[in-house]
């Protein structure tokens, strides 16, 4: 499913929810039966924390403007989770109720992060008179492991590029040194990502469009290529022409279109 497609449902849902435990926080004070308001309430800050998860696991929606509403909504709910609990506490005679310890930590964590530090800090100060656990304001998302190896692995590789190229150029050619470094780091990348987003996808086929020329740098052999490109004719030759025929053939399309 597509990100954009992903991000209509969750906001129609949550304007869904939301409209009917508005509806059933009415029919309360009517009632005085709290089951359903809480039964729907629960269910909105439920799916709002489920939203908040699936926009960091999903870097397409990560990067779109979407967090940056889903934040202001997450600052929203929060407020009306105090004000639900509240009323929840004066309904049951329970002044010690309150959600578990790490509930409701992926909304904090999204308002901390889109919000001024002022801002949060008052949020947090809120929630905390009123008895609601701050954990994802008072600790920080775990940074993921394969960033911190992908980076290593890339200033490990621009250091052997680096120094081959200050001390041993005139032994072992550098567009081959180039061309294993930038493989090795496509290979395990690809190990650790397995469904790249769209500027994921991008990046590691353009690091592997370069680094094929320079592992067939030492063979013999001229190739030229011409092509048309936005009204344009281009033209390129050796290690630039074979560039092109990787970038241009787009072996994960063809893939997809095989199966």
């Known amino acids: 499913m597509q990100a954009q497609q992903i991000i209509n449902q969750q906001k129609e849902k949550i304007n869904l929810l939301?409209?009917?435990?508005?509806?059933?926080?009415?029919?309360?004070?009517?009632?005085?039966?709290?089951?359903?308001?809480?039964?729907?309430?629960?269910?909105?800050?439920?799916?709002?924390?489920?939203?908040?998860?699936?926009?960091?696991?999903?870097?397409?929606?990560?990067?779109?403007?979407?967090?940056?509403?889903?934040?202001?909504?997450?600052?929203?709910?929060?407020?009306?989770?105090?004000?639900?609990?509240?009323?929840?506490?004066?309904?049951?005679?329970?002044?010690?109720a309150a959600p578990s310890k790490m509930a409701y930590a992926g909304m904090q964590r999204m308002v901390k992060s889109y919000y001024s530090r002022k801002?949060?800090?008052?949020?947090?100060?809120?929630?905390?008179?009123?008895?609601?656990?701050?954990?994802?304001?008072?600790?920080?998302?775990?940074?993921?492991?394969?960033?911190i190896i992908l980076s290593i692995l890339i200033m490990v590789a621009a250091f052997i590029i680096f120094i081959s190229a200050l001390y041993f150029s005139d032994k072992v050619p550098v567009p081959l040194v180039i061309g294993l470094c930038l493989s090795v780091i496509v290979f395990i990348t690809c190990l650790f990502i397995r469904n790249p987003s769209g500027l994921q996808y991008l990046v590691i086929?353009?690091?592997?469009?370069?680094?094929?020329?320079?592992?067939?740098?030492?063979?013999?052999?001229?190739?030229?290529?011409?092509?048309?490109?936005?009204?344009?004719?281009?033209?390129?030759?050796?290690l630039f022409a074979i560039f092109f025929i990787i970038y241009k053939i787009n072996p994960a399309k063809l893939s997809e279109l095989n199966k």
């Open 119 to 147: 801002d949060a800090r008052l949020l947090r100060k809120f929630l905390n008179d009123n008895g609601i656990p701050t954990y994802g304001f008072d600790n920080k998302a775990k940074i993921d492991p394969m960033k």
């Open 205 to 238: 086929r353009t690091f592997l469009s370069a680094s094929i020329p320079g592992l067939l740098a030492s063979y013999p052999g001229l190739i030229e290529l011409s092509f048309k490109q936005f009204g344009l004719e281009v033209s390129a030759f050796g």
């Open 18 to 96: 939301y409209s009917a435990y508005c509806q059933h926080l009415d029919s309360y004070f009517v009632t005085l039966d709290m089951t359903d308001a809480d039964r729907s309430g629960r269910e909105l800050f439920n799916y709002v924390e489920l939203c908040c998860a699936e926009a960091n696991s999903n870097e397409d929606i990560k990067n779109s403007s979407w967090n940056q509403w889903l934040a202001e909504t997450c600052h929203e709910v929060l407020e009306l989770l105090v004000s639900h609990y509240q009323i929840y506490r004066v309904h049951t005679g329970n002044s010690s």
